[in-house]
């Protein structure tokens, strides 16, 4: 991608048609007027949510602010569309602090009527004004020929080399593009559907390590460029937001688990932290539980307790508490290979109502397995405990 740009008569196209959240920024393009045959977007300082044209070009672009039915809005019903020479940039100011950059893209493949017709570009960067002085922070390509999303992620912080960081396109469907920034120690991570593009890189140094050592770290602007193309297809991006970055421990084992009557301790994993954009999965397991008992996974939003139960068992999570379906643990009558578990997400997203639901990033909960023990106190015992925290 070329830095220098140069523009004559600017004529874009634009099919928006997106979602929010708790942020220092979040456009999910939901209140924009619908128009079936669009409108007319004049750029300047002052446009549709602060979005407008490279340096504020006063030409008309069309605009189409419809329901995302075609291909499914990542959240709520409309979205944006780049192609051409569309180049959709929003400006900030940001200074300090660690942030989350994320947008959701779509990239419609060769099946679909529309395919997405040459690059794209998603460029972050440390200064812009449409009076000129940009300075790129990191770019990132979206390459349909080729099937590629390319990084430039910049002087690695570990080996101190300029990283170019490929992976796979993934056509047909919304993906999370993030970008983890940290302004107070000038540190970025790249991350696409969940997978690190490279080492984390120093922000300011720009997407080949170009820029002057002395530029101070900052994030001046989003920009969705469409690259100058003349092929027509459209890319989509949905609920652009910046938040700030939540640091997060890894699910945490906690508390005693109760002793069977045949001698079984359950215990209770997770394979991540829950993410409040269902970025990645995140499924409770419970081991060691007695064979072919009923049981369920339940959960509080209150905090860690070790409260006596029965004999051996210990309640480790504090009322009130929200019951997830009831399931057979399988295994053997008398032996210790039963097993229970929970889709998280799934279970979130079939009961929106669920305690604690909605979530926000940082937002934590502790869950405990529950099973049928019929000689233990109480006819039945308990597992240990974990406690999760939603991420982004």
């Not at 979205?79 to 419609?108: C, K, R």
């Not at 193309?229 to 938040?243: A, E, L, Q």
């Amino acid at each position: 991608m070329n830095q220098v740009r140069t523009f004559g008569s600017v004529l874009a196209a634009l099919t928006v048609c997106a979602a929010s959240a708790s942020a220092q920024f979040s456009d999910g393009f939901e209140s924009y007027a619908s128009s079936a045959s669009g409108t007319v977007f004049t750029t300047g300082p002052a446009n549709a949510g602060g979005w407008k044209q490279w340096q504020a070009f006063a030409n008309s672009h069309t605009l189409c602010f419809g329901s995302g039915a075609a291909i499914g809005s990542h959240g709520g019903s409309q979205f944006v569309g780049t192609q051409l020479n569309s180049d959709l940039v929003h400006e900030f100011a940001l200074t300090s602090g660690f942030w989350d950059i994320s947008m959701w893209t779509y990239v419609p493949g060769s099946a679909s009527p529309n395919p997405m017709g040459d690059s794209q570009w998603l460029v972050l960067l440390n200064n812009y004004s449409d009076a000129g002085g940009f300075v790129w922070a990191t770019q990132i390509e979206f390459d349909p020929s080729l099937g590629r999303v390319r990084a430039d992620a910049g002087r690695s912080i570990v080996t101190n080399a300029n990283q170019a960081v490929e992976t796979p396109l993934v056509f047909d469907t919304w993906k999370q593009v993030r970008v983890e920034v940290d302004l107070t120690n000038n540190v970025a991570t790249i991350f696409y559907d969940n997978i690190q593009m490279g080492d984390p890189f120093f922000w300011s140094l720009g997407p080949f390590g170009q820029n002057a050592a002395t530029t101070i770290p900052r994030l001046g602007a989003i920009d969705l460029y469409a690259n100058d193309t003349t092929v027509p297809g459209f890319m989509y991006w949905d609920d652009v937001s910046i938040t700030s970055h939540v640091t997060t421990q890894p699910p945490t084992v906690y508390c005693t688990a109760g002793t069977t009557t045949n001698g079984c301790s359950a215990s209770i994993t997770a394979n991540a932290n829950p993410s409040v954009t269902f970025a990645n999965s995140c499924n409770l397991s419970v081991a060691n539980v007695e064979g072919q008992k009923s049981g369920l996974i339940f959960y509080s939003i209150n905090g860690q307790q070790a409260q006596a139960w029965n004999a051996t068992s210990f309640l480790c999570v504090k009322a009130p508490t929200q019951r997830t379906s009831t399931q057979t643990s399988g295994g053997t009558v008398n032996t210790c290979n039963g097993s229970l578990s929970l889709d998280w997400n799934a279970f979130q997203a079939a009961n929106p109502s669920a305690l604690g639901n909605p979530w926000t990033a940082g937002n934590a909960l502790q869950a405990q397995a529950w099973f049928r023990d019929p000689p233990a106190g109480k006819s039945t015992n308990l597992s240990n405990a974990i406690e999760l925290t939603y991420v982004p």
